[in-house]
């Protein structure tokens, strides 16, 4: 009954691009661009693989807990695993109760995004999340880079993903070609953490502008 719930939410995205499931009145909401990104970070995996922490996962980033019944031994189609992700989004990345300041539609997207990844407790504990609902945004920047590791170790993956959320957040603000850290650009102290992260970037070209693509692609839809 839930994976039909959930096929019906994603036919309403798909014919009229957004749903107010998670928005409050005039606030962003999950829309096609929102559901877009994380299918782009997740990508499609239709049968069950360790994720970089090593959880056994499905679909789009999915992952498998004891009241998934037999989804592990079976082969999932793009539909299925679409439906699957639209009830982790309602689930896992529902990030307006944690909210308590207006954000723009990217910024949503960022956020909804980095929630998806890291689970909802995490998210709820952030720094990045404190610095927003203290309407600290240029601090947040510095946070998200905190959230790259699995594991205990950093993962190259991680750190794009991280960026490209970042760059999502910060559209049109913080410009993704600048050689300088983000709080350099800001003209203010850096953290060390940020600027180790960003330093750590930098010397992964193909990282950076993977990270840039991912942004720009967003930013077309």
Not at 62 to 87: C, K, N, Y
Not at 128 to 136: C, P, Q, T
Not at 189 to 210: C, F, H, S, V, Y
Request: some cysteine; overall charge neutral.
């Amino acid at each position: 009954m839930q994976l039909r719930k959930s096929a019906v939410l994603w036919f309403f995205i798909y014919c009229f691009g957004f749903f107010s499931v998670f928005a409050s009145v005039d606030g962003p909401s999950v829309s096609l661009k929102t559901v877009g990104i994380i299918k782009r970070f997740e990508g499609f995996r239709a049968a069950v693989y360790d994720d970089c922490a090593g959880h056994k996962t499905i679909g789009y980033g999915h992952l498998i807990t004891r009241s998934d019944g037999d989804l592990a031994s079976r082969v999932l189609s793009e539909s299925e695993g679409q439906t699957l992700l639209m009830t982790d989004i309602q689930t896992k990345a529902n990030i307006l109760p944690n909210v308590s300041v207006s954000l723009s539609q990217n910024q949503f997207d960022a956020l909804t995004s980095l929630c998806f990844n890291i689970g909802t407790k995490a998210f709820s504990g952030s720094d990045v999340l404190k610095r927003v609902n203290a309407g600290e945004i240029i601090e947040a920047y510095e946070y998200f880079g905190h959230w790259r590791r699995a594991g205990g170790e950093i993962v190259d993956g991680l750190m794009k993903r991280r960026f490209a959320e970042l760059f999502i957040f910060a559209d049109n603000i913080l410009n993704p070609e600048d050689d300088r850290a983000p709080s350099i650009q800001w003209g203010t102290a850096p953290m060390e953490i940020t600027d180790g992260n960003w330093t750590r970037l930098r010397k992964r070209p193909g990282l950076l502008r993977e990270a840039v693509e991912i942004y720009q692609a967003y930013k077309a839809t």
